[in-house]
Protein backbone atom coordinates (compact mmCIF):
# COMPACT_ATOMS: atom_id res chain seq x y z
CA UNK A 1 0.00 0.00 0.00
CA UNK A 2 3.05 2.31 0.79
CA UNK A 3 4.73 1.82 -2.46
CA UNK A 4 1.76 2.64 -4.53
CA UNK A 5 1.17 5.77 -2.61
CA UNK A 6 4.84 6.63 -3.26
CA UNK A 7 4.09 6.16 -6.69
CA UNK A 8 1.00 8.01 -7.07
CA UNK A 9 3.16 10.94 -6.02
CA UNK A 10 5.18 10.79 -9.64
CA UNK A 11 3.81 12.84 -12.12
CA UNK A 12 5.40 14.08 -15.87
CA UNK A 13 6.68 17.46 -15.80
CA UNK A 14 5.05 18.40 -18.64
CA UNK A 15 7.32 21.29 -19.50
CA UNK A 16 9.47 20.60 -22.17
CA UNK A 17 10.78 22.96 -24.43
CA UNK A 18 13.25 22.50 -27.17
CA UNK A 19 16.61 23.71 -27.00
CA UNK A 20 16.34 24.11 -23.36
CA UNK A 21 17.82 21.90 -20.73
CA UNK A 22 16.28 23.12 -17.70
CA UNK A 23 12.53 24.72 -17.37
CA UNK A 24 13.23 27.58 -14.29
CA UNK A 25 9.99 27.39 -11.98
CA UNK A 26 6.77 27.91 -12.89
CA UNK A 27 5.53 31.32 -14.52
CA UNK A 28 2.53 32.91 -12.33
CA UNK A 29 3.25 33.31 -9.03
CA UNK A 30 2.75 31.45 -5.91
CA UNK A 31 -0.70 30.32 -6.92
CA UNK A 32 0.81 29.00 -9.84
CA UNK A 33 3.92 27.24 -7.95
CA UNK A 34 1.38 25.62 -5.55
CA UNK A 35 -1.30 24.34 -7.99
CA UNK A 36 1.37 22.77 -9.54
CA UNK A 37 2.91 21.32 -6.74
CA UNK A 38 0.13 20.03 -5.63
CA UNK A 39 -0.32 18.47 -9.09
CA UNK A 40 2.85 16.52 -8.35
CA UNK A 41 5.96 18.76 -10.61
CA UNK A 42 8.71 17.99 -8.52
CA UNK A 43 10.04 21.85 -9.76
CA UNK A 44 7.28 23.37 -8.37
CA UNK A 45 7.04 21.34 -5.29
CA UNK A 46 10.92 22.38 -4.29
CA UNK A 47 10.48 26.17 -4.83
CA UNK A 48 7.64 25.85 -2.86
CA UNK A 49 9.97 23.98 0.06
CA UNK A 50 12.16 26.62 -0.04
CA UNK A 51 9.31 29.52 0.17
CA UNK A 52 7.78 27.53 3.10
CA UNK A 53 11.62 27.17 4.87
CA UNK A 54 12.51 31.14 3.91
CA UNK A 55 9.07 32.39 4.79
CA UNK A 56 8.55 33.57 1.31
CA UNK A 57 5.04 34.59 0.63
CA UNK A 58 3.85 32.39 2.83
CA UNK A 59 4.02 31.79 6.35
CA UNK A 60 7.26 29.80 7.68
CA UNK A 61 6.43 26.39 8.28
CA UNK A 62 9.34 23.68 8.35
CA UNK A 63 6.78 20.56 8.40
CA UNK A 64 5.36 21.97 4.92
CA UNK A 65 8.80 22.51 3.80
CA UNK A 66 9.94 19.14 4.65
CA UNK A 67 7.43 17.46 3.22
CA UNK A 68 7.17 19.40 -0.06
CA UNK A 69 11.62 18.74 -0.31
CA UNK A 70 10.87 15.44 0.78
CA UNK A 71 8.08 14.82 -2.66
CA UNK A 72 10.72 16.49 -4.84
CA UNK A 73 13.48 14.29 -3.80
CA UNK A 74 10.96 11.35 -3.80
CA UNK A 75 10.70 12.07 -7.81
CA UNK A 76 14.50 12.33 -8.36
CA UNK A 77 15.30 15.74 -7.68
CA UNK A 78 18.10 15.30 -5.78
CA UNK A 79 19.25 18.96 -4.50
CA UNK A 80 15.96 18.60 -2.99
CA UNK A 81 17.12 16.29 -0.42
CA UNK A 82 20.44 18.37 0.31
CA UNK A 83 17.98 21.62 0.90
CA UNK A 84 16.18 19.87 3.44
CA UNK A 85 19.02 18.36 5.30
CA UNK A 86 20.07 21.79 5.62
CA UNK A 87 17.03 23.55 6.89
CA UNK A 88 16.04 20.79 9.24
CA UNK A 89 20.04 21.66 10.67
CA UNK A 90 18.98 25.17 10.69
CA UNK A 91 15.43 25.13 11.88
CA UNK A 92 16.17 22.69 14.49
CA UNK A 93 13.41 21.03 13.57
CA UNK A 94 11.99 18.30 16.63
CA UNK A 95 11.36 14.42 15.85
CA UNK A 96 7.72 14.95 16.54
CA UNK A 97 7.50 17.44 13.25
CA UNK A 98 9.92 14.84 11.35
CA UNK A 99 7.66 12.33 12.01
CA UNK A 100 4.32 14.83 11.17
CA UNK A 101 5.85 16.18 7.99
CA UNK A 102 6.60 12.17 6.66
CA UNK A 103 2.64 11.41 8.07
CA UNK A 104 2.18 14.19 5.29
CA UNK A 105 4.20 12.80 2.38
CA UNK A 106 2.51 9.42 2.37
CA UNK A 107 -0.59 10.78 1.94
CA UNK A 108 -0.03 13.17 -0.52
CA UNK A 109 -1.93 12.51 -3.51
CA UNK A 110 -1.50 14.78 -6.71
CA UNK A 111 -4.62 16.67 -7.85
CA UNK A 112 -5.31 17.23 -11.09
Do not use: C
Not at 23 to 47: D, R, W
Amino acid sequence: KRALNEVNQFVTEGRYLPGKEKVSTPVGGLKEIIKEANQGKAQAQIELAHRFAEGDGVKPDSVESYMWYTLAFNQGLEKALLARSKMVKEQGMALDDIILAKRKVRNFKPRP
